[in-house]
């Protein structure tokens, strides 16, 4: 039973920066996919950003594309993954999961196909 643990996030400026980090124990596949998603009150999960490391793909929600980074540690045995959250706004103020291997099929940003889940993280952003 492999268990996520998010570190990270907190209350920020508009404009400001944020990162969100994400261990998973026991060690998962290096090649496999991980991600974030956020939840706003009341909505479902979305897809933030996602890592396929066994094809060097990544995936970005267009509404942070060009201001979010997803990245994982190059050693495989650290099993961290990171969401680097930079000019923040408002709007992204959301409670965020990581995500760790899913079932096929699908777009990336299925929440629905998503096999372990981080324990979530409040990001705040105000203006």
């Known amino acids: 039973q492999v268990t996520l643990v998010q570190s990270g996030g907190g209350s920020v400026q508009a404009g400001g920066s944020l990162n969100l980090s994400c261990v998973a124990s026991?060690?998962?596949?290096?090649?496999?996919?991980v991600a974030w998603f956020r939840q706003f009150p009341g909505k479902e999960r979305e897809g933030v950003a996602a890592i396929y490391t066994g094809v060097s793909e990544k995936y970005y929600a267009d509404s942070v594309k060009g201001r979010f980074t997803i990245f994982r540690e190059i050693n495989p045995s650290k099993n961290t993954w990171t969401l680097q959250m930079n000019d923040l706004k408002p709007d992204d103020t959301a409670l965020y999961f990581c995500?760790?291997?899913?079932?096929?099929?699908?777009?990336?940003?299925?929440?629905?196909?998503?096999?372990?889940w981080g324990q979530g993280t409040q990001v705040t952003v105000f203006s």
């Open positions: 026991p060690t998962i596949w290096y090649n496999n996919y």
């Open positions: 995500a760790a291997e899913r079932s096929a099929g699908g777009s990336w940003d299925d929440p629905q196909k998503v096999l372990v």
